[in-house]
């Protein structure tokens, strides 16, 4: 069955992202086209997938699409939600769920186990909130694996359906959004910011004059200055929603890290309310450390599902990747995470930065990548942050110019001096 090892969840982000962004005429065709692709990913191993359509009138879901090696289900077959009223409350609270089939036809076919998770518009129907539609997937196994990732895929194409729905009114208000960038704008800190031995230095730079990226540092309550955080988040979605959760984030971390010291106690707080407050827009990655001022200037780090830190010492030559110590913020209602660490010698160069860089498209299509940022530290990083930063900026730009991509680019240079 589905190995974690094969694919991870930030590639399965990007998967569905990638289809969901494609130009479709309705819902249906979006949705049908996603079902496809899930079943024909050999990764997966899902035998067969199927498309459930609300009617409210009614109370029944409708089959409207089944895929797969798999027998054949009669077309238009509905399902009362008073016949299985334990599995749809199920739905309506946790959105995604492992089940063994009940239904005597639909077992008939070779469905015993299933996968389902809701998607699109909630709607209600006496005292039921029901999904506008359901995806329903079976396999011979389905391991929890599968379970997170149909998650990532249900709250993805869930916004890809409100970008359809919405694309006639999608002309952006101009003066909302001048209103919406200053606020943002304001709530960033000052570009740089000293720390006894160590200087910083983080830009951001929204792709439409909002947008998800966030970064801060967070100075000690005290006046002793014992540690400095320093966070940088991405959002899941784009332009206003996007920044009202970069918004919510920027709020919320402060708040917590008045009332939490221990870093995990932090994260999965913060990841309890982006689950509870955002119910489409749920995902964003983080990535929180603190500069601490132990003999060995110990980093303490806690990294949600964000694009790995850069870690360079200058005196091996040597890179090191601070991976993932947890999942996306937002994923489930509880999750766990870890904090790791690495030591900064003098010299040493530590970049925090968000994918508008690496994912940056030249005129081929072809990605910026880490293997460019490697060579960018490795030939400044005995500049200052600063000018670090300006020179990996200049050059993405530069890499980009002649392409139609754009996001959001925030990153943050930490150098001991």
């Not at 069955?1 to 249906?28: A, C, F, P, W």
């Not at 089944?66 to 946790?94: S, V, W």
């Not at 200058?314 to 209602?333: C, I, N, V």
Request: include cysteine; hydrophobic fraction near 35%; charged fraction near 25%.
């Amino acid at each position: 069955m589905y190995n974690n090892n094969t694919i991870n969840q930030r590639e399965v982000y990007k998967l569905v992202e990638k289809l969901s962004s494609g130009k479709y005429d309705n819902h249906r065709e979006l949705l049908t086209s996603l079902i496809k692709e899930i079943v024909e990913h050999s990764e997966f191993e899902i035998t067969g997938g199927r498309l459930w359509e609300l009617d409210a009138d009614n109370e029944t879901y409708i089959l409207k699409y089944q895929f797969g090696n798999m027998k054949r289900i009669p077309d238009e077959y509905t399902i009362h939600l008073d016949d299985d009223p334990e599995m749809f409350h199920r739905i309506e609270a946790e959105r995604t769920l492992l089940k063994y089939e009940t239904d005597s036809v639909l077992k008939a076919k070779g469905i015993n186990v299933f996968s389902v998770t809701g998607v699109g518009e909630m709607i209600k129907i006496n005292h039921n909130t029901c999904y506008e539609y359901l995806l329903g997937f079976n396999a011979p196994e389905i391991l929890q694996t599968f379970f997170e990732i149909l998650s990532i895929i249900s709250s993805v194409a869930t916004i890809a359906l409100r970008n359809i729905s919405e694309e006639e009114k999608s002309q952006k208000i101009k003066t909302d959004i001048v209103k919406a960038s200053e606020i943002q704008s304001n709530l960033l800190p000052e570009h740089s910011v000293k720390f006894h031995d160590y200087d910083v230095y983080g830009v951001c730079i929204p792709e439409s004059g909002v947008g998800g990226d966030y970064f801060d540092y967070l100075k000690s309550d005290n006046n002793e200055e014992e540690s400095l955080g320093i966070v940088l988040s991405d959002a899941a979605s784009s332009g206003l929603p996007a920044a009202i959760q970069a918004l919510f984030v920027s709020g919320a971390i402060r708040m917590g890290k008045s009332f939490s010291t221990k870093i995990t106690q932090l994260i999965s707080r913060l990841n309890t309310l982006i689950f509870e407050t955002f119910f489409y827009e749920r995902f964003v990655t983080l990535f929180y450390c603190e500069l601490t001022l132990s003999s060995n200037r110990l980093i303490l780090y806690c990294n949600a599902g964000h694009c790995p830190p850069i870690h360079y010492r200058p005196e091996t030559d040597q890179f090191k990747l601070l991976g993932s110590t947890g999942g996306l913020l937002g994923l489930m209602q509880y999750q766990k995470f870890g904090v790791e660490n690495i030591t900064m010698h003098p010299g040493d160069v530590l970049l925090l930065y968000t994918d508008g860089i690496t994912e940056a498209r030249n005129k081929d299509g072809k990605m910026f990548g880490e293997d460019r940022l490697f060579d960018l530290i490795r030939e400044h990083h005995d500049k200052s942050p600063k000018d670090i930063s300006l020179y990996i900026l200049e050059s993405v730009e530069h890499f980009a110019s002649k392409s139609s991509y754009t996001d959001d680019k925030t990153l943050v240079v930490i150098k001991r001096n």
